[in-house]
């Protein structure tokens, strides 16, 4: 039964519109009897008729049909009285005082509001920007590296455009793979590093005089080009840089000639993070909290290289390391002794320097191979953090001595250990802070 008088009540709704609907139905606002006046001052001064009030019982299951003819003069009439509409006023006036949100309560991120011609004020005129032809060859990439002492080079067509940025990265996996891959074919990464195979990288000084140009893609940040305009938002270029790449292209937008304004670094958004850290008491104080509340370290161990390994197992350990599915290069990994305590750092950036003369020294033990490369018999003292450091200092310490990561040990009963069990880098920094919420943090 109950099912033939839902059917019956369907019919009757049929042709009705759906404010029709609602007001038989019951679930729409009743009809005030009022007329005279317009507007939001239109309280009623007089009773119109031909107004009636909705029954919200009519038409449904198991109630009788409303009387057509009974109008709303059979029924007390209400009139709203100005009193009850400055209550109602009052009321409604009140609720969206309540349910507004102060500039402070909005949540607010690092980089909002922020454009990136912010950062490139921060950063001033700086160096002249170095580029290199397409046809630079691989060993002329690398002294030119070394010269200016920057890691990657945007790489110029004949027209002056720009068709990447080479890296040291880039050259690593080139040296280090491409015999490997004529040797082994498609896998060739995954094969382990046999003396029969160094001495087949040894050999393939060829590699040397290849064109830059042919090296764009080796891996996955050479493989696409970011570029930027400086008007634009900065927090674009911060989530960039911390997906992956370590630099980006920033153009100005210049109609008549948009010419190459600047390439940003993730040291470069690493350094305007540290300013306004410094301007901001609110967010110095946040900052000043231990490394290991901030949730900004991955908690897998960084891959390894012992120190009686050779540099160029190192170099290869970069590239198969890689845990990311993808064709990004481990930038650096903690050079560790016989007591796995760190002792070295070797990076791509290592590469730097390497001639087909001198590429014999890739078969010298690691440690050796580092102090070769600086020109000293001792290597650079390592900088390392436990996780209750503060992570402004931590910042204010990578900054300082011009590096890119901070190595995380652990804490024994003598205090900080050299046993390394994690890793921070300017990539961790960058999507944390890109994430924070900066309204917690305003005084």
Known sequence: QADKDSNNVAMRNKHLTGRQIEK??????????????????NWGDELDTNIVEADPTAGLPG???????????????HYRTYAEYKASLAKVLLAEKENAKTEDDIERTFFDNIKTADLLNMMGKGKPLHCTKDTSTVEEV??????????????????GDVLGIISASDIVAAIILTPLVKKHGDG??????????????????GIFQTPVGKLLGVTEESRTLWDFWDDGDLKDIAYRLSHGPHKVLV???????????RMVSQTDVVRFIQKEMKKNAGLAKCFAQPIGKFDIIGKKAPITIKSTATALEGFLHLWTGCTRGNDFMVAAEPVLDAKGEIVATLSASDIRGMTKENMKDLMLPVVDFLKKRSGTDSLRKQEVVSTNFPLGKAINKLLDAGIHRLWIVGEGEAGVSKNVAAVMSFTDIIRKVSKFNISRHHK
């Open 63 to 77: 109630m009788p049909e409303a009387n057509p003819e009974k109008t709303v003069a059979e029924e007390e009439p």
């Open 188 to 205: 060739a990464e995954k094969k382990e590093l046999t003396t029969e195979d160094m001495k087949e990288v040894l050999k393939e000084k």
């Open 24 to 41: 038989r139905m019951g679930w729409g606002p009743k009809a005030i009897a009022r007329k005279g006046g317009c507007g939001a001052h």
């Open 251 to 261: 153009y100005s937008r210049d109609e008549k000639n948009p010419v190459l304004a």
């Open 142 to 159: 690398l002294a030119k590296l070394t010269k200016h002492k920057v890691q990657a080079l945007p790489v110029e067509d004949a027209n």
